[in-house]
């Protein structure tokens, strides 16, 4: 059975853009830098020739890649409810051990992006929150040690 990957309906219609960009857009230019590296002769020593076949690579893996999440994808709905945490929730937390509260929205896992506080409802702190109140103290299971966080707010 195919992984699943919950997004937004946002980040779907993102990544399906970012996809259409990559298949058309990107994969032309890769092309044409290839096919000038081949006018310039003897590719065995051809740095652009290799450079462009890289990017190539690269750029098919990623169209592969995308391409495989797009048809996995499992479109989660955005709510306003503010009841429990969920994807789409930003929750404000304390952690007594550091004396620091911080904000995390959580995400499903395409979208995270940890320095600027989207986390996967699938990491460590997202699967402690996840359907989560207020008031609650969760117990994080990081890899390397365990830790506690009490929910203050849900938006």
């Known amino acids: 059975m195919a992984e699943k ?30 096919k000038e590296a081949r006018d310039h002769g003897d590719l065995s020593e051809n740095a652009e020739y290799d ?26 709905e955005e709510t306003t409810d503010t009841s429990h945490v969920h994807i789409g929730s930003k929750v404000s ?5 550091m004396d620091m509260e911080e904000v995390y929205e959580i995400t499903g896992s395409t979208e ?12 460590p702190v997202g699967t402690a929150l996840m359907k989560r109140k207020v008031g609650e103290t969760v117990t994080v299971k990081a890899p ?12």
């Open 144 to 155: 390397e040690c365990e830790y506690k966080l009490t929910i203050r707010k849900i938006f």
């Open 5 to 34: 990957f919950l997004m937004t309906q946002k980040a779907y219609d993102e990544e399906q853009e970012r996809l259409m960009y990559l298949q058309t857009v990107k994969r032309r230019e890769i092309v044409e830098r290839i």
């Open 51 to 76: 450079a462009a076949r890289n990017e190539q690579a690269a750029n098919e893996t990623e169209i592969t890649e995308l391409d495989y999440k797009l048809k996995n994808a499992v479109i989660v």
């Open 93 to 97: 937390v304390y952690d007594e051990d």
């Open 112 to 123: 995270a992006d940890p320095m600027n506080n989207k986390i996967s409802n699938e990491s």
